[in-house]
């Protein structure tokens, strides 16, 4: 089973930015599809970004020209930037990884077998 370890989460401002890591427990990390899901309170887990190992990319709507997906395999991490950010975006955010290679399902979750605890992020208006 793969272990991976999210970081990065916090308290922001609207507006503000920060970036979350993912580090997989891997010890060849490069083929997976990797995503990035979240959580809001009372609402259903939603996709906010993905990235296969052909470096193609996925955003949800709401996350679009805001969020950047990346990744760095020498680090066996997965980042996910965000950038103007507002209190929609409050959530427990999760890491996911499938040894799939992913075209169109990168932000269907039904397609990811490891995930990590997640990271907690926090937008005050």
């Known amino acids: 089973r793969v272990n991976l370890v999210e970081s990065g989460g916090g308290s922001v401002q609207a507006g503000g930015s920060l970036r979350l890591s993912c580090v997989s427990s891997?010890?060849?990390?490069?083929?997976?599809?990797m995503a990035w899901f979240r959580r809001a309170p009372e609402k259903q887990r939603e996709g906010v970004a993905g990235?296969?190992?052909?470096?193609?990319?996925a955003y949800g709507n709401s996350t679009e020209g805001r969020f950047t997906i990346s990744r760095d395999n020498s680090r066996n991490t997965v980042y996910l930037q965000m950038n103007n950010l507002s209190p929609e975006d409050t959530a427990v955010y999760y890491c996911?990884?499938?040894?799939?290679?992913?075209?169109?399902?990168?932000?269907?979750?039904?397609?990811?077998?490891?995930w990590g605890q997640g990271t907690q992020v926090s937008v005050s208006s």
């Open positions: 996911a990884a499938t040894r799939l290679i992913l075209e169109s399902g990168l932000l269907e979750e039904d397609w990811y077998s490891d």
């Open positions: 990235i296969n190992s052909r470096d193609r990319t």
């Open positions: 891997v010890k060849k990390f490069g083929g997976e599809s």
